[in-house]
């Protein structure tokens, strides 16, 4: 995971330790990002998938090394909890 993931992380990390709503639609986004079988192969974390995660930064940003506005992922997090009824 390259430094600025790990700023985005912690970021994000933060701004669900002050808003609880928001942490639990992170934490539902990240799980719903989590590689498939992801306890079947080194490093055994929930991680998402490198291949997937490029696509998608590709197909939002035009970069497939994009690192995503902090306020992109919490947008994202609200918008997939009321679409999808959480």
Known sequence: ???????LTGRLA????L?????LDLL???WAFRRRRWWAQAPYLPLPDRPYLRW???TAYADENAVP???DVVRFAR????????
């Open 69 to 71: 506005p902090v306020e």
């Open 28 to 30: 539902r986004t990240a």
């Open 19 to 23: 808003n609880p709503r928001l942490g």
């Open 56 to 58: 998608r930064m590709y």
């Open 79 to 86: 918008w997939r909890r009321q679409t999808m009824g959480l």
């Open 14 to 17: 933060w701004r669900g330790l």
């Open 1 to 7: 995971m390259s430094r600025s993931w790990m700023a």
